[in-house]
């Protein structure tokens, strides 16, 4: 495989605290391995849609354990606080914070959700980003059940190993487990990875909305 992350500072963007690991995880996973240097943000902790009797801070402490599984340090982390399906009341905000974010990492690459998620937060993330990371390269990452269509211009091969970590992270979210939603299953992170695959020729892939390109 050849090294495409190795020497490159990759900025990860998260409405909320699961949506890397969802998206783009395993990717996630050869980026570190190939020694590229991550950033991962997360705006929302979602405290408001905590199952009850839960620590108001539990998806953050997941988050970190999950960025602990890929092997990334806290220093590398940011999490922001702004309420669960409330980002837009905070436009000017979160564009604030990504722009202290490029001053301070000066990223390569950005991941963000696609262009065409239907979720109200991810669609804020999406659009402040392109007005954060206008001169860089950007790619959306695939939340398919926030989806009508999705452009899978890109693609970024992954082995089994990729798809083992990003399966292992997705495990320390235990708030979100409990729910018994069908995406946070192997199976299904296995089975998109095979489809994605399939259609350039791999045994696994994952698929992104190419949105800008910079080399």
């Known amino acids: ?23 783009c995880g395993a990717t996630l996973a050869r980026v570190i391995e190939e020694d590229g240097d991550v950033y991962v943000a997360a705006f929302s902790t979602a405290r408001q ?16 354990s999950a960025m602990n599984v890929y092997g990334i340090d806290n220093t590398h982390l940011y999490v922001y606080d702004y309420e669960v399906r ?8 979160v564009l604030e914070n990504m722009v202290e974010l490029k001053n301070q990492i000066n990223p390569d690459w950005i991941f963000l959700p696609s262009g065409n998620d239907l979720h109200q937060d991810h669609q804020v993330v999406f659009n402040e980003g392109l007005r954060a990371f206008k001169d860089r390269t950007i790619w959306g990452y695939e939340l398919p059940w926030n989806h009508i269509s999705f452009n899978a211009q890109g693609f970024i091969k992954v082995d089994l190993k990729h798809i083992e970590k990003k399966w292992q992270a997705m495990q320390e979210y235990n708030t979100q487990l ?4 069908p995406y946070f299953e192997k199976s299904f992170i296995e089975g998109i990875a095979k489809m994605r695959g399939m259609q ?16």
């Open 1 to 23: 495989m050849n090294s495409v992350f190795k020497n490159k500072t990759i900025l990860f963007l998260a409405p909320h605290t699961d949506d890397v690991e969802l998206g």
């Open 49 to 64: 849609s905590l199952p009850p009797n839960t620590p108001s801070n539990q998806l953050e402490l997941e988050f970190r």
């Open 86 to 93: 409330k980002l837009n009341y905070s436009r000017q905000d």
């Open 178 to 181: 409990v729910k018994k939603r």
């Open 200 to 215: 350039i020729n791999e045994k696994y892939a994952e698929a992104f909305e190419v949105v800008r390109i910079k080399f």
